[in-house]
């Protein structure tokens, strides 16, 4: 009898958010988890939370995407089953500003490109060189309404999220001939997450976006991911657009209460 080994998800940006909801449910759902993020003593409470409840194994790794020499030397010196990753979810991301064009910010201009668009690429182009070798594997970017369609002070933010559709897209055709998927969810506004009070720079009333209408929760994007994941492998779902009932579009919202 053949035994089936354990998968194992790499999620980036895992201590808070839709990181952190998506390592539950895949730790739920028995997955072996590598989680990453800037914030050690989190991943460290994370990874004991998820071990204790669901009798799985969590690899907590403390490094910022944005610095390619801390992603190279972090999965260079993965040991063991640890090499195998079966998943990667590019979670890591954000938003800072909300300002026009002519009046924004460079520093966070590069700050969102770094993580963004080059956080995603360093973490992608690693694992999927050992997913080729093993023909083996699914990536999932994680992207936004952002990345369809542009609003007002959203400029650069939105451009990265541009970017990471153009990349799914593009990775896709570079890879579905050696047996990986590529996919995709773009969700529109979602709460229980750090987006919005790093957005506006830890104002937390400004923060207070979400109090007139139900948004998304960052369990409903998880369980999307959860969803494209499970699919059988010679189906690739390669992009899910989703917002909460309350929201059309990246700028029309019924704010006339939470229903």
């Not at 739920?28 to 409840?53: A, P, S, V, W």
């Not at 494209?228 to 690739?236: F, G, L, R, W």
């Amino acid at each position: 009898m053949k035994v089936q080994l354990q998968k194992i998800v790499l999620i980036t940006g895992a201590t808070s958010g839709i990181g952190k909801a998506t390592a539950k449910v895949f730790a739920k759902n028995g997955y072996d988890i590598i989680i990453t993020g800037r914030r050690k003593e989190r991943l460290k409470q994370i990874k004991l939370r998820l071990e204790q409840k669901y009798a799985i194994k969590v690899l907590s790794l403390c490094f910022d995407v944005r610095d390619k020499l801390a992603v190279k030397s972090n999965l260079n010196n993965l040991k063991g089953k640890w090499k195998n990753i079966d998943l990667l979810v590019n979670n890591a991301g954000l938003a800072l500003g909300v300002d026009d064009f002519h009046e924004a910010s460079l520093e966070d201009w590069e700050t969102m490109i770094d993580t963004n668009v080059k956080g995603l690429l360093y973490m992608s182009k690693w694992v999927s060189n050992n997913m080729v070798k093993r023909s083996n594997g699914h990536i999932i970017n994680i992207c936004s309404t952002a990345g369809h369609e542009v609003y007002p002070k959203g400029n650069v933010y939105c451009a990265s999220k541009h970017a990471v559709e153009a990349l799914t897209k593009a990775m896709r055709i570079d890879l579905f001939d050696k047996g990986i998927r590529v996919s995709q969810v773009s969700p529109g506004a979602v709460e229980e997450t750090e987006f919005s009070l790093v957005r506006y720079k830890g104002d937390a009333e400004k923060a207070k976006i979400y109090e007139d209408y139900n948004p998304l929760t960052s369990k409903d994007v998880a369980k999307v991911i959860y969803f494209i994941a499970s699919q059988p492998k010679h189906v690739t779902i390669h992009d899910i657009i989703l917002t909460g009932t309350q929201q059309a579009n990246a700028t029309l919202f019924d704010k006339s209460g939470r229903t």
